[in-house]
């Protein structure tokens, strides 16, 4: 009951910090979307931040490394320290200065702009508005289950919030969020919950450690020593092209579209500077803790029904019931500052994109532009409710939409950086470079195996998340669910899975040669996730496909108007000196 | 040359990111309890925010800051 309390409360808090944003709001859509382009350096920091890290780099950190040992952190955590703050440094300085000077409050009006197109333009935002989907109704989802499960009597199995009500709340509360305090509201509730998030693994494991009966070296030394779980303090059963493969993931992080308004949104080119430099240190303070946990979680608890609730059952055990309320509130915000992002992010491209772009701000004028923004964002979370209740038993192919969405969102980058520093790139290079990730991805969707089951029942796992849940809210640091590594079937317990270690089955598409030496172009991993030339994910022949698209058809077609390209290049792509 | 220097910098980072010699290694236990291929990571994300420091002061695109321009404080158009 506690846990549900504190959440309630934290929701209270989000609705009053609207109302405050919508106070200080004006009626124009610069206002409404970028907060007048005026976010100061450690608010745009913190909010950058909560802006990409979600409830995965708390239980899914965890959960994963319980699982997979140590390796998840360099594969997943020290792989976004390298990319994301690079691409906040050469591309989001880029695109805030673009946007400052030229007005642009979407990826998509820069690109229409600096490759003189309309249409192209139009296909590049229906590409975007397609990944984004899925996440906006996973997010949707991942917080009507967790204020279901939170709210489990673990006596009765009964719980005080139904599904659709825990879906509902969310749905309102991030719409009256966004409607009334737009990104200024967005970005205050931000702070709060970044400031939640940094505490929460140091305080976990402050608390954990007084509580152990043995020290942290004891349990490293025990898993270590044994040869059955040696794997977990290190990378023994990683496979080398999973880690390498999965550094390019990260390159999603700049092509999100909430991500690149924040980056619109900055008062000043110099906020960038304290926010690079603190991004790696941030992801370390949060994943560092919350995958050491996992690890000892295995030590000191062996099998659990279900490894993404190993920190919530090493708190159980070790740590009072307050502490575990804050966590269920430091999910809840996670889940739900990313939906907020994402709702206005879609109204902001709608509106921008389509409707002003196709003649509805000359027709009804910039203050109706804000009336349509607002009404967008009410009728796409309600569309959005409506398909988490219709799609509940679907939640898997949503999982699997959103993992293919990071591969795509890192595919569209090498676009973004045509645009900003190679003047010869044309619109049909993008237009080629767009519509190949979007083969791609159909193609590769048609491969995939079968989608993951839904979510264990509450009563089964005696814990308030299940693996899907913490999968469903899988999307920080450019995270996917299930790393291929895991081998795990989808909808089987994983720690059911890692006590039968099974030997990887993998499903071998298309091969050259036989034998041991052949080798195997496309395959499907155990997991239903499909691998490229022995193993490595399906980003890397996304990000070389897109990529070679982009050059070959720019060379190949006529370059923007020469009045153009200095428009762009005598303020966006100056090299360092 | 700066420009080449500042690229081999980043390449260098990024390398040292596949630390394959640390593949199978669990040991030595840095500070009595962090696993190698752990304290390796954690030290390595310590790397990127020097590394970001580096470029901050010696690759920041200082002609961007032509475009900032001053914000005012207090919002006309505010409701009330």
Redesign the interface.
């Known amino acids: 009951m506690i846990p549900v309390i504190v959440i309630f409360v934290y929701l209270a808090v989000i609705a009053f910090i609207g109302s405050i944003a919508?106070?200080?709001?004006?009626?124009?859509t610069e206002?409404f979307f970028l907060a007048?382009?005026?976010i100061g350096s450690m608010v745009f920091f913190l909010s950058l931040f909560a802006t990409n890290m979600t409830a995965f780099a708390i239980l899914g950190s965890s959960g994963q490394s319980y699982r997979q040992g140590?390796?998840i952190?360099?594969m997943m955590?020290?792989?976004s320290?390298?990319v994301i703050?690079?691409t906040i440094?050469f591309i989001g300085?880029?695109l805030?200065?673009l946007g400052?000077?030229f007005g642009h409050q979407t990826q998509v009006s820069f690109f229409r702009d600096r490759w003189e197109c309309n249409h192209i333009g139009t296909v590049i935002f229906a590409l975007i508005a397609a990944m984004l989907i899925p996440y906006m109704i996973i997010s949707i989802m991942g917080g009507g289950t967790v204020l279901n499960e939170i709210s489990v009597n673990h006596e009765t199995h009964d719980a005080l919030i139904p599904y659709w009500l825990g879906c509902a709340v969310v749905a309102v509360v991030v719409t009256v969020n966004v409607f009334f305090g737009g990104m200024r509201g967005t970005v205050w509730v931000n702070i709060f919950q970044t400031i939640l998030f940094l505490l929460f693994g140091l305080v976990a494991v402050g608390v954990i450690s007084h509580a152990l009966p043995l020290?942290?070296?004891d349990?490293?030394?025990k898993?270590?020593g044994d040869t059955k779980t040696?794997y977990l303090?290190?990378?023994?059963r990683?496979p080398?092209q999973t880690?390498?493969s999965y550094?390019l993931i990260p390159l999603s992080s700049i092509m999100f579209p909430h991500m690149a308004m924040m980056c619109f949104s900055a008062?000043?080119?110099?906020a960038f500077?304290r926010t690079?430099?603190?991004?790696?240190?941030a992801?370390?303070v949060i994943w560092?803790p919350c995958?050491?946990l996992g690890?000892l979680g295995f030590a000191t608890l062996g099998r659990i029904p279900d490894p993404d609730g190993v920190l919530l059952s090493l708190l159980d055990k070790y740590s009072p019931v307050w502490l575990a309320g804050i966590l269920g509130a430091g999910i809840i915000s996670a889940v739900m500052g990313s939906d907020a992002h994402q709702v206005l992010a879609m109204s902001t491209m709608f509106t921008k994109d389509v409707f002003a772009h196709y003649g509805g701000k000359e027709k009804f004028g910039e203050h109706r532009a804000v009336h349509f923004a607002r009404g967008f964002i009410v009728v796409v979370t309600v569309i959005a409710y409506l398909v988490a209740l219709q799609l509940k038993e679907k939640q898997g192919i949503f999982e699997i939409a959103v993992r293919f969405a990071f591969s795509g969102f890192a595919a569209m980058a090498p676009v973004m950086v045509a645009a900003l520093f190679w003047k010869r790139s044309t619109k049909w290079g993008a237009l080629a470079a767009t519509l190949f990730v979007a083969a791609s991805l159909i193609g590769f969707g048609i491969l995939q195996g079968s989608p993951a089951a839904p979510p264990v029942p509450a009563a089964a796992s005696a814990k308030m998340l299940s693996t899907n849940l913490v999968a469903a809210t899988a999307v920080s640091t450019n995270a996917p669910a299930r790393p291929a590594s895991t081998n795990a079937p989808a909808g089987k317990p994983a720690a059911a899975v890692a006590a039968a270690t099974p030997k990887p089955k993998e499903d071998i598409i298309w091969k050259i040669g036989e034998g041991p030496d052949a080798l195997k172009v496309l395959s499907r991993a155990a997991n239903g996730d499909v691998r490229f030339l022995n193993g490595y994910m399906t980003v890397f022949p996304m990000v070389v496909g897109s990529a070679l698209c982009m050059v070959l058809f720019s060379l190949l077609t006529k370059p923007p108007s020469k009045a153009t390209v200095e428009k762009y290049f005598s303020?966006a792509a100056?090299?360092?000196? | 040359m700066k420009k080449f220097l500042i690229f081999v910098f980043i390449a260098l980072v990024y390398a040292a990111h596949q630390d394959f010699w640390n593949w199978k290694s669990s040991g030595p236990l840095v500070f009595g309890f962090l696993p190698i291929g752990l304290a390796y990571h954690a030290g390595f994300s310590v790397l990127c925010a020097i590394m970001m420091a580096v470029l901050v002061n010696v690759a920041w695109p200082k002609h961007l800051e032509a475009d900032e321009a001053p914000t005012t404080d207090k919002d006309p158009g505010a409701h009330s």
């Open positions: 919508y106070r200080r709001s004006k009626d124009n206002d007048s382009r005026s140590i390796g952190y360099g955590a020290s792989s320290c390298f703050p690079l440094f300085t880029r805030w200065a400052k000077k020290g942290f070296s349990y490293m030394s898993l270590a040696s303090v290190t990378r023994e990683m080398q880690f390498w550094s008062r000043k080119v110099s500077k690079v430099i603190a991004y790696p240190i992801i370390m560092l995958v050491f690890v303020v100056e090299p360092p000196r």
